[in-house]
């Protein structure tokens, strides 16, 4: 009779694979000391482009002082139980009607953490009869919300309306013989390579096609639209979006996530989300300091203002160096160069050990074969010393990758 565990110890799974060459330093890498735009890897000190906290809140005073005092206040305890049982409170009330307002929904209802909320958001938004019909290139917690799907699901090509539309076709005739309805969920801003959801040209289609549209603001809040509110507002169609959802774990600088919508439906989700009515409420000192960095993020726009300035001078300066940073209309900045993945390996310890410079990589499968991307998260902490200094060691890895210098095997310490 086989172990169940045999599978588990012959294969480790498509990125578990790479651990004994990978883990510590392209995965699971320790970053050290206090949240900022240097901080400590290995030792020594890096610039970090890897970090969501896109308007430096982590580290704001007030913000700190927020955190001790809720902590010292009500523990990492409180309150006990869900929400639906025992853990409900006036503040999570407060905080969700803030959100609601500032997104301009009628309501919104907290999530512990994004990824179970959205998954179950889906989840309880779709039955059997309905289709749900969704970008190819959508984060993992979409696509594990669609997989508990038991109807139809269509993917359409990366922000592409035709694709989209022909997939709305196939969704309309399945609903004419089921009586569903169908979902439309794209992202407000695509995480790795930092271009917008196509959400106006997609909300367009409302004009052709019956259907509710949710969108995963994660990138966009905070960063997008006049006041941070988001990339509906930047496209001018937040009132067409139906689900808003943002988390708090990037320009919030913190853990949590919302879902925002119409009150009968935000009724609706809040007693039909498994992984929310089941799980333990968002702790009470998450939810004081979400209300002092919302605040903060509404009141401060010069944070806002100096991360584009930031992002700006970075993207800029790459362009201006001849680097290829695609389509980004976002703060994310991803830098194509092209080489295998063990030059891509040497040429980040290259940047990490010789230049200092922290930044993600990403290789084949999530890109195609041959490209290396590295990603870079600007924030409104960064400096122009670091923006400077990033230019330059980026000129320089390009030259030794076009020289060859990275096809040597290095060993990563
Ligand atoms: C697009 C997107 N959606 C959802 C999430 C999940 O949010 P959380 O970290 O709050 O679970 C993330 C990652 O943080 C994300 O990038």
């Known amino acids: 009779m086989r172990d169940l565990f045999d ?5 480790k799974g498509p990125l578990g694979m790479w651990a004994s060459q990978a883990e510590g330093y392209f995965v699971f890498p320790k970053l050290e000391g206090p949240i900022s ?6 030792g020594k000190e890096v610039i970090t482009w890897s970090i969501n906290d896109y308007l430096g809140l982590s580290n704001l005073s007030e913000v700190r002082e927020i955190d001790f005092k809720a902590a010292y206040d009500y523990g990492s305890a409180y309150p006990m139980g869900a929400r639906m049982m025992s853990g409900h409170t006036d503040l999570h009330e407060k905080l969700e009607n803030e959100l609601a307002q500032f997104v301009e929904k009628e309501s919104a209802y907290l999530l512990n953490f994004g990824y179970q909320g959205i998954l179950s958001t889906i989840d309880a938004l779709v039955g059997k009869n309905d289709v749900i019909v969704y970008d190819v290139d959508s984060h993992a917690c979409i696509v594990d919300g669609v997989r508990l799907h038991i109807g139809k699901r269509f993917t359409y090509k990366h922000n592409d309306i035709l694709s989209l539309e022909k997939n709305l076709i196939r969704a ?4 004419e013989q089921t009586g569903g309805g169908i979902l439309v ?3 407000g801003v695509f995480g790795m390579r930092g271009e917008q959801g196509c959400l106006k040209e997609i909300c367009e289609l409302k004009k052709k096609f019956n259907f509710r ?13 006049k006041t941070g509110a988001g990339t509906g507002f930047e496209q001018g169609i937040q009132n067409e979006i139906d689900v808003y959802f943002a988390t708090f774990a990037k320009s ?26 089941f799980a333990k409420s968002l702790q ?3 939810v004081i300091g979400a209300l002092k960095r919302l605040s903060i993020l509404k009141s401060r726009p010069e944070l806002k203002n100096k991360l584009w300035e930031n992002v700006l001078m970075l993207q800029n300066g790459l362009k201006n160096n001849g680097f290829n940073i695609g389509n980004t209309q976002s703060c994310v900045t991803p830098v194509y160069l092209e080489g295998s993945i063990p030059e891509a390996m040497s040429l980040v310890k290259d940047l990490r050990e010789n230049f200092g410079v922290f930044c993600s990589i990403v290789v084949y499968p999530v890109i195609p074969k041959g490209l290396i991307l590295l990603r870079l998260i600007p924030t409104a902490t960064h400096t122009k010393e670091d923006i400077n200094e990033t230019l330059d060691a980026f000129s320089k890895i390009r030259e030794r990758l076009k020289r060859g210098v990275y096809k040597l095997k290095t060993k990563v310490k």
């Open 37 to 42: 735009n240097r901080m400590k890897f290995k």
């Open 185 to 187: 969920i794209s992202e």
């Open 7 to 11: 599978r588990i110890y012959k294969n």
């Open 284 to 286: 009470t000192q998450l």
């Open 252 to 277: 919030m600088a913190s853990t949590g996530a919302f879902i925002a919508s119409e009150k009968e439906v935000i009724d609706y989700l809040k007693y039909n989300m498994r992984s929310q009515m």
């Open 213 to 225: 549209f949710l969108v995963d603001d994660a990138h966009g809040f905070g960063t997008l639209g």
């Open 172 to 175: 309309s005739k399945i609903i």
